[in-house]
């Protein structure tokens, strides 16, 4: 049995992650590892469903072809200390 839907629009990620939100307060996603097999299927779901997505790619030659105008790409490695912490590249708003 589904539950009822109350207000905002609900989904599921491809991981059957249950998410909820309204059309003008979609969270910006910070995804890595957009460039490998599950993380291409997660950013394509992403935009499909309208998120406002940022990548952080180590080289994001390979990305640019694949994302939507409205994404993101920000050139870094999550282990490597010289780049930007992963919060101020992916500012919350609100």
């Known amino acids: 049995m589904r539950p009822a839907r109350r207000g905002g ?16 307060t979609k969270p910006k996603i910070l995804l890595t590892g957009a460039t490998g097999y599950v993380g291409g299927r997660l950013l394509r779901a992403l935009q499909g469903a309208a998120y406002p997505v940022r990548c952080l790619a180590r080289q994001p ?9 409205q994404t993101e790409i920000v050139t870094g490695d999550c282990l490597d200390a010289a780049t930007p912490s992963l919060v101020r590249a992916a500012p919350v708003s609100g």
């Open 9 to 24: 629009r609900c989904g599921s990620t491809p991981d059957g992650a249950q998410v909820m939100s309204t059309p003008s």
């Open 61 to 69: 030659q390979f990305l640019a072809s694949r994302v939507d105008p």
